[in-house]
């Protein structure tokens, strides 16, 4: 066998038509940015991930200490969340898997009466490469069904477990109905999702791990992770986005977890950023369907 015969699949290898095709497979359109509403110079949108129980067992393991460690996102991650966004009148999303639900339907109906959204956080926390097409579709719309039984309200957003996305996932979004995704980071603000070239319809809200509050307080035995900040200097990075959105007149997107801001110590982070917010009196804080549907008005 020769040495280009090894060397076949290597990327310097690839021929234009194939390295266009996988990068056009999913693409950032247009960037959909209008006035926000009321004059204000920036959008807020805060987002927490109930992975809870599921964060173990969709990646095939049930650790019971580790479980339980889901659990505390539920006992008291969430209803310090709850607090916090209530003290100041902050609507907040939602992103749950169906199996999260199931295992206490009270947490999500307790979270849409408080008027925040929920949104599709796939079946059981499943990593969405791991599934063919029609498993994936499967998954959405099971979850989808599951989770608008159990709350009356029906999701019209997505977000990838572990930000994790197939070929095919957006396009079984957009199929499916939804408004819109947030799993990708093509951008700071919402842009439109291309597939093959082609608009979608579908409106993104881009996530970024350094706005992701596990990147800097997650720890974790296997694989080994420590965490990096403090909350403090968490709070400092989340603030610096905030005000970073304000000067440029975009969103600040943010996503957090019962089980790891949910904490005595941590929790102070989201109180930081929202009195941050309100002091400023020119945010726009809304759920991510709320800021979907506003600039989706770009697109018609």
């Known amino acids: 066998m020769s040495a280009h015969d090894t060397q076949a699949d290597s990327p310097y290898h690839w021929p234009e038509a194939h390295w266009r095709a996988r990068v056009n497979t999913v693409r950032a359109g247009r960037r959909l940015c209008p006035p926000w ?3 204000a110079r920036a959008a807020l949108a805060l ?9 173990e067992m969709g990646g095939g393991r049930s650790a ?3 479980l339980a460690w889901g659990e505390y996102g539920r006992r008291r991650g969430v209803p310090r969340i709850l607090d916090t966004l209530e003290r100041h009148a902050a609507p907040a999303s939602f992103f749950i898997p169906a199996v999260s639900a199931l295992i206490d339907p009270s947490e999500p109906r307790r979270i849409a009466a408080a008027g925040h959204e ?3 956080h796939g079946w059981i926390h499943e990593v969405n490469g791991t599934l063919t097409p029609e498993e994936e579709a499967a998954s959405l719309a099971r979850s989808r069904d599951t989770l608008e039984e159990i709350t009356g309200q029906r999701p019209v957003g997505h977000r990838a477990a ?8 957006i396009r079984l979004v957009a199929e499916a109905g939804f408004l819109y995704d947030s799993s990708m980071m093509a951008d700071d603000d919402p842009y439109e999702l291309m597939t093959d070239g082609t608009p979608t319809g579908l409106v993104e809200l881009p996530v970024d791990w350094h706005r992701d509050d596990a990147v ?6 296997t694989p080994p992770t420590r965490p990096t900040l403090t909350p403090e200097q968490v709070g400092d990075v989340f603030v610096a986005e905030l005000d970073g959105a304000r000067s440029e007149g975009g969103l600040c997107q943010l996503v957090m977890h019962p089980f790891v801001i949910g904490y005595r110590s941590r929790i102070g982070i989201l109180d930081r950023v929202l009195r941050h917010a309100r002091e400023t009196g020119d945010v726009w804080i809304a759920t991510h369907e709320q800021i979907a549907r506003h600039a989706a008005q770009e697109m018609t």
Not at 47 to 55: A, N
């Open 47 to 55: 987002s927490f991930d109930c992975d809870h129980e599921t964060f």
């Open 37 to 39: 509403p009321g004059g």
């Open 216 to 221: 800097y307080l997650l720890y974790n035995r």
């Open 162 to 169: 572990h930000w994790d996305l197939s070929d095919a996932t």
């Open 118 to 120: 929920i949104g599709v």
């Open 64 to 66: 019971v200490g580790r």
